[in-house]
């Protein structure tokens, strides 16, 4: 008499393709638009990369125009300027990641800390209202505060009696000056994503270290910060995959066309952006956009593979 316990279960199915369609069907209707918005602005542009290696002619189209290879490339290269140009755009970057993402953890630490709920939520409307504000007008703020003539800050030095200070003539306080004023204008934007990550934390474990004895920073160091490794890891990946990509509306309408400062302040955008401007040369401007991709995407790659290394946990694939 056979045991049916001893019979082997017969291997489960596998679902064929339209069967999770069906299946999940509730969850792929969700995400269609975010598929559609992936597919028309970065799958259907691609077949423009083809204009980077052409001459571009207006009459003929992208591939009509007469292929010329690399020739494009050669534009920077031929400048001078690539190491220059390409220093200055991944240095403010860095600064702008490792700075901006310091801050925006320290900011959303110090919100989830606040008892106050009026106070809290005051403060975090104040903080959230730079991201909003123009660029344009972030450059004119600046120029009110900082121009020499009738600068506020001249101002103030010209009524006690000091020497008046021309920061648009002097190309190394702009590193600083820039970096101070991106961190004013999206510190508070930042901490929203690690803020939504601290309320995440289950809020068991908070009341446990309180009973246990743990203070503030005990529970900031022990608690909220290794649940918030994930977060931070992710999004320094997603940053480092537009480290060649400069904030063009920064630095073109704090800067704008100042030759005395292009030294620390010139980075790829600007710098194509005036070249394209004065030569209508497209087909240069889209070959700079390829380098900048390809470099980025070489960073993100191996970044991603240190990592993996590392604790493949918190690699992104």
């Not at 220093?87 to 800390?113: C, D, S, V, W």
């Not at 910060?225 to 997603?238: G, Q």
Request: charged letters at 15%; aromatic letters at 16%; glycine letters at 8%.
């Amino acid at each position: 008499m056979g045991n049916t316990n001893n019979i082997a279960a017969a291997p489960r199915k596998k679902r064929g393709f339209f069967e999770n369609i069906v299946r999940y069907r509730t969850l792929i209707l969700m995400c269609i638009p975010a598929i559609v918005f992936f597919f028309l602005f970065s799958y259907m542009p691609l077949p423009g990369i083809w204009v980077a290696f052409v001459k571009y002619n207006y009459g003929k189209g992208i591939f009509g125009s007469k292929f010329i290879g690399l020739q494009n490339f050669e534009f920077l290269a031929s400048s001078g300027k690539l190491l220059t140009l390409t220093k200055n755009t991944i240095l403010y970057n860095l600064a702008f990641i490792l700075l901006g993402n310091l801050l925006a953890i320290i900011m959303a630490i110090l919100l989830n800390e606040m008892q106050a709920k009026l106070f809290k939520k005051i403060s975090q409307t104040m903080m959230f209202l730079p991201y909003f504000i123009s660029q344009v007008l972030v450059g004119v703020l600046v120029f009110n505060l900082l121009n020499y003539d009738t600068g506020f800050v001249n101002g103030i030095l010209d009524i006690l009696g000091m020497e008046k200070w021309q920061p648009y003539a002097d190309p190394h306080v702009w590193p600083v000056l820039l970096v101070v004023i991106y961190l004013w204008q999206q510190t508070g934007y930042n901490s929203v994503v690690y803020f939504a990550a601290i309320c995440g934390i289950d809020a068991e474990i908070i009341e446990a270290s309180k009973v246990d004895g743990a203070n503030a920073f005990q529970r900031i160091r022990y608690i909220i910060l290794p649940s918030l490794k994930p977060t931070i890891i992710i999004l320094l990946l997603f940053a480092l995959g537009g480290i060649v990509k400069g904030n063009f509306g920064l630095f073109y309408n704090i800067v704008g066309t100042n030759s005395l400062l292009y030294d620390t302040t010139d980075i790829i955008e600007t710098f194509v952006y005036r070249a394209t401007m004065t030569d209508f040369n497209f087909s240069t401007a889209s070959a700079v956009g390829l380098y900048q991709s390809i470099v980025g995407f070489v960073i993100v790659m191996v970044v991603n593979g240190v990592i993996k290394k590392i604790d493949p946990e918190y690699s992104l694939f």
